[in-house]
């Protein structure tokens, strides 16, 4: 596609349930990063997948947080036994060059 | 890892006025000095960027400036008007390694009439 593609857009669900957020990066690009953003706040960084190498799992922030990329491209960010203070916006970008296109993000709201 | 630094982390100007952002890193090594913009509930957007074998870059009202003996660069951005509100990242990296890009604290522009 043109651009980074996420879904869902919108995801409310309740406290302890498990939620799948998807990215359809550019086609060709070899990075694919995750970050969190809280309300008003900065990028976190979650995890960097790059080509076949092993990903950078360092800014997973608890063990209920996994990724995984396909084939090299489509990457699923699972969080399980959600908690209320997973609620932001999740933002994928993918990359060529260093420079990050990022999708418009899935806004996670736990209740 | 790269420690990031923005300062300020708001800044307010009067439209028409100039806006400076600095920002800081630990790592010697970095050589790909980026800036993205994100405007309110959009997605962050690469604005500018400058490599290390140069010093300065401009394009149209925003330029960067480096300075890689200090580890620091900054966002210049002349005759502000109130689209350039939004918060500013900068993200240096060493490129050509499987490095994860770690992005400054942000810095809040808030352009006023």
């Known amino acids: 596609g043109a651009g980074v593609s996420q879904s869902p857009s919108n995801k409310v669900t309740e406290k302890g349930k498990d939620v799948e957020l998807r990215c359809d990066p550019i086609?060709?690009?070899?990075?694919l990063y995750w970050y969190r953003q809280s309300l008003g706040q900065g990028l976190e960084f979650l995890i960097y997948f790059q080509g076949n190498s092993a990903p950078d799992k360092s800014g997973l922030p608890s063990d209920r947080f996994s990724a995984e990329r396909t084939g090299g491209s489509v990457s699923t960010l699972t969080i399980q036994r959600t908690q209320q203070e997973d609620s932001a916006v999740y933002l994928c970008?993918?990359?060529?060059?260093?420079?990050?296109?990022f999708g418009a993000g899935s806004r996670l709201t736990v209740l | 890892g790269e420690n990031v630094e923005q300062h300020p982390s708001t800044l307010s100007v009067q439209e028409g006025d100039s806006a400076v952002i600095k920002c800081t890193y630990s790592?010697?090594?970095?050589?790909?000095f980026p800036w993205y913009k994100q405007e309110l509930g959009k997605r962050p957007q690469l604005i500018i960027d400058i490599r290390s074998n140069v010093g300065e870059k401009k394009d149209q009202r925003i330029a960067v400036t480096l300075n890689k003996t200090a580890k620091h660069f900054s966002l210049h951005i002349t005759e502000t008007q109130p689209e350039d509100s939004a918060v500013y990242f900068c993200a240096p990296i060493l490129t050509g390694t499987a490095s994860k890009l770690t992005f400054g604290t942000g810095t809040r522009l808030q352009v006023t009439l």
């Open positions: 970008a993918s990359s060529r060059a260093n420079v990050l296109t």
């Open positions: 790592d010697s090594a970095s050589n790909y």
């Open positions: 086609s060709g690009h070899t990075a």
